[in-house]
């Protein structure tokens, strides 16, 4: 936390558990569901000038929750930027051109993303970006399994996600779900859900 004005100005928690006490709190738990990362986003909109929500992804999926802490810019008093470039989104903190390119929002503003996995690499966060910012909304990238696809998809409705592009493996798991156009029937297959 940076220099405090005060005693226990911030008190800051890498455990499961959110901290309790101190002017602000910070809480950066390894999350490895949709479930524990909602329990955390709501916890953070409880008290937004005061609680810091940074989830961390496992070793095993690394970078997995960066979308979050994008989307958490002006939200929270603390957020981070990697200092230099890691691949394939192997962190969760944002690069500086990842922070750059999202808008400060509030709790429950519309969003879009491109759902799959993988999806670091996808250009849709880049491409759709002023198409998007023309309504306010921010485009992010999202990492997600197909076994996860229903959970996460509730997670995010819950959170503001309006709009996606779908690529694998998601394709056919979002035609299950879908009003489909004609085409889309033909093939089984959707690359776009609203």
Request: with cysteine; net charge negative.
């Amino acid at each position: 936390c940076p220099d405090p004005p005060g005693p226990q100005w911030c008190l800051s928690s890498h455990t499961e558990r959110p901290p309790s006490g101190g002017l602000h709190l910070k809480w950066a738990p390894i999350v490895t569901n949709w479930q524990d990362l909602h329990r955390g986003l709501q916890w953070q909109n409880e008290a937004p000038s005061v609680r810091s929500y940074l989830p961390r992804s496992s070793e095993e999926e690394p970078g997995r929750w960066k979308w979050a802490r994008l989307l958490m810019k002006g939200r929270q008093e603390f957020n981070f930027v990697c200092e230099s470039f890691v691949p394939q989104g192997g962190s969760d903190q944002p690069t500086w051109s990842e922070w750059l390119r999202v808008h400060e929002t509030q709790v429950g503003t519309p969003f879009a993303a491109v759902l799959g996995d993988p999806v670091f690499l996808s250009f849709t966060p880049t491409e759709q970006r002023e198409f998007f910012k023309a309504l306010g909304w921010n485009v992010v990238a999202i990492p997600i399994a197909l076994a996860k696809a229903d959970e996460a998809l509730g997670v995010l409705t819950a959170w503001g996600l309006r709009a996606s592009a779908v690529t694998s493996p998601l394709k056919t798991w979002a035609y299950s779900i879908s009003n489909a156009s004609p085409e889309a029937r033909a093939l089984e297959s959707v690359n776009t859900l609203a």
